[in-house]
């Protein structure tokens, strides 16, 4: 299996794999957006066998708290369904990660299943003083530092702090 960057040729097999993973095609929908829309984005895709079966993005998100901090939301990701629980999803996180702290990020949210994020080192976002800007339980929305103290701010703010996507999120 082989990480690396999303090529503008991998368009349609990573449109594929999101219409084939998700339930509806939002998801899809949502990566053509942000990739016309956003800057930075961080987009990476799993080779198996010179197939692309695996894709992961990453785009700025904003907190109230502290408008400075540079974060990043993880969203979407997906591996295609014959392809999954075989490690390449968590492959695709783990470099996803290492992507943003390269590119000195100093946080991850991520919107998602409570039983998979916390493997890599996401904790409930609440422990930070954080919360999703859409109405979810407590459990699905986590956070990470990648910078030890980068919540400091909003943990003292005496209020949970509003955690903001772009606007192309709320369609799905
Ligand atoms: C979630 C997803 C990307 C994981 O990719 P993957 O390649 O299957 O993940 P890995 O093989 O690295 O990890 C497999 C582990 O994830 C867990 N997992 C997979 N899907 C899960 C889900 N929906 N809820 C909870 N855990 C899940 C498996 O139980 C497995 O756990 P184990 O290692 O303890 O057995 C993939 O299942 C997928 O594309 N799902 C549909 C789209 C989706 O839900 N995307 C995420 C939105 S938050």
């Known amino acids: 299996m082989l990480i690396r960057a999303e090529k503008e040729s ?6 594929r ?3 084939a993973a998700f339930a509806t095609p939002a ?4 990566v053509e957006t942000l990739r016309e ?3 930075p984005l961080i987009s990476f895709v799993a080779e198996v066998d010179a197939a ?9 998100v904003s907190v109230s708290a502290d408008p400075r901090l540079r974060m990043m939301g ?5 591996v295609a369904p014959a392809y999954q629980r075989q490690g390449i999803g968590s492959a695709l996180v783990r470099a996803g990660l290492a992507r943003c702290k390269a590119l000195a990020f100093c946080a991850v949210v991520v919107l ?16 930070f003083g954080l919360r999703c800007e859409y109405n979810v339980p407590d459990g699905v929305f986590m956070a990470m530092e990648l910078e030890p103290g980068a919540f400091e701010r909003c943990i003292h703010s ?5 955690v903001k996507y772009h606007t192309a999120f709320s369609t799905v």
């Open 74 to 78: 993880l969203a979407p990701m997906a």
């Open 52 to 60: 692309v079966v695996g894709h992961i993005m990453f785009s700025p």
């Open 10 to 15: 991998d368009r349609t097999a990573v449109c």
């Open 158 to 162: 005496g209020q949970r702090s509003v």
């Open 112 to 127: 998602g299943h409570p039983e998979y994020y916390p493997r890599f080192g996401f904790l409930p976002a609440s422990r």
């Open 17 to 19: 794999i999101n219409t």
């Open 27 to 30: 998801e899809a929908a949502l």
């Open 37 to 39: 829309c956003v800057q």
